[in-house]
């Protein structure tokens, strides 16, 4: 089956540094999205890497392994507005997006 | 970005109504758009894809008679909800899919929610 993995919650102090983990098995691969979801509204895109390496936009930069099923989401200089669910979505070889439940990050002052 | 905008964004309705939800891309054609639900602290489910022109393919487990899609344009759809019940109330949001390269990133509506009393 088609399985995504992040941790349900993290909490992290406002103005360090997060990384957001995201394991998958899929049924091949056409990408990997990174989405922002405040509570009560709907995702927003963050990220998309298709490719290995690292993606880097402003404080946030997404990383990808497609050999380890592996990528991750680095926060940097976290302000409160961060607080928010990080939803990793693998699209598959039939361009389907399988949705992770989502990270739920918590900051603190 | 590519900006997707839903109305209504909140809804109230008494058991036994229909619905209807307007999905739009603003500034550029989508062939396909999305359909999802989402309840509370839960992932996105998506309920069925919607190519301009044809008729809708829906998940497994997602009845096509109570949601109602049509996607009679490059820029709307809409899903109308038959006959609604308490047990259909939650959040529901579309996507859509910048052009016909499949690989495209998808971009969300603000979402509709839906309380049926």
């Known amino acids: 089956g088609q399985n995504i993995d992040q941790p349900t919650e993290m909490t992290a102090t406002e103005g360090a540094i997060v990384q957001i983990n995201c394991t998958y098995q899929?049924?091949?691969?056409?990408?990997l999205f990174w989405y922002q979801q405040h509570a009560g509204e709907a995702p927003t895109f963050l990220s998309y890497?298709?490719l290995d390496g690292l993606e880097e936009k402003g404080r946030f930069s997404s990383f990808l392994s497609r050999s380890k099923g592996y990528s991750y989401l680095l926060l940097k200089e976290l302000q409160m507005k961060d607080s928010a669910s990080y939803l990793c979505?693998?699209?598959?070889?039939?361009?389907?997006?399988?949705w992770g439940a989502g990270t739920k990050l918590i900051i603190k002052p | 970005g590519a900006v997707v905008s839903q109305h209504p964004s909140r809804v109230i309705c008494k058991s036994g109504t229909s619905v209807k939800i307007e999905c739009r891309s603003l500034?550029?054609?989508?062939?396909?758009m999305f359909w999802y639900r989402q309840f509370p602290k839960q992932s996105l489910m998506l309920m069925a894809t919607?190519?301009?022109?044809?008729?809708?393919?829906?998940e497994q487990g997602v009845e096509k008679d109570k949601f109602l899609i049509n996607h009679a344009s490059l820029t709307l759809s809409t899903l109308t909800v038959t006959s609604a019940h308490p047990e259909d109330s939650s959040f529901y949001i579309c996507?859509?899919?910048?052009?016909?390269?499949?690989?495209?990133?998808?971009?969300f509506g603000p979402g509709t929610r839906l309380l049926v009393l």
């Open positions: 996507s859509a899919r910048d052009g016909t390269n499949l690989g495209e990133t998808q971009y």
């Open positions: 500034d550029f054609q989508a062939t396909t």
């Open positions: 919607s190519n301009e022109g044809s008729k809708a393919t829906y």
């Open positions: 899929t049924s091949g691969f056409n990408g």
């Open positions: 890497n298709v």
């Open positions: 979505a693998v699209m598959d070889s039939n361009y389907q997006l399988i």
